[in-house]
């Protein structure tokens, strides 16, 4: 038995470095992704947005939500659909 791992440890070791190639590969393609949906977001927050000035924020976390007529934070989960009208008048 601890011969044959001897004897496939090169292969064993290629295939464990390999692997760990994909995956770094994997997360760097990951976050890749990951910054262009956020600079999309920001891109299309900015160009719906009438006055860049006038975000609309969630009023627990003050981040900014996802669209200008937004009623729910995707951040924090916040709701104020009940709301008569957000601050931001829309
Ligand atoms: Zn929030």
């Known amino acids: 038995m601890e011969t044959v791992i001897e004897e ?5 070791e ?3 470095k390999e692997a760990e190639r994909d995956t770094i590969d ?3 393609q ?4 990951l910054n262009e949906a956020y600079r999309r977001a920001g891109t299309r927050v900015l160009r719906e947005t ?3 000035a006038v975000l609309n924020r969630c009023p627990r976390c ?4 996802r669209t200008p007529r937004a009623r729910q934070c995707m ?3 916040d709701d104020w659909h009940e709301a008569a ?3 931001t008048g829309l």
Not at 30 to 33: E, G, I
Not at 62 to 65: D, Q, S, T
């Open 62 to 65: 003050e981040r900014i939500v």
């Open 30 to 33: 990951h976050v890749q992704r």
């Open 85 to 87: 009208t957000s601050w």
């Open 26 to 28: 994997a997360m760097a």
């Open 75 to 77: 951040w924090c989960f």
């Open 8 to 12: 496939r440890r090169p292969a064993i």
């Open 14 to 16: 290629a295939a464990i």
């Open 50 to 52: 009438p006055d860049p």
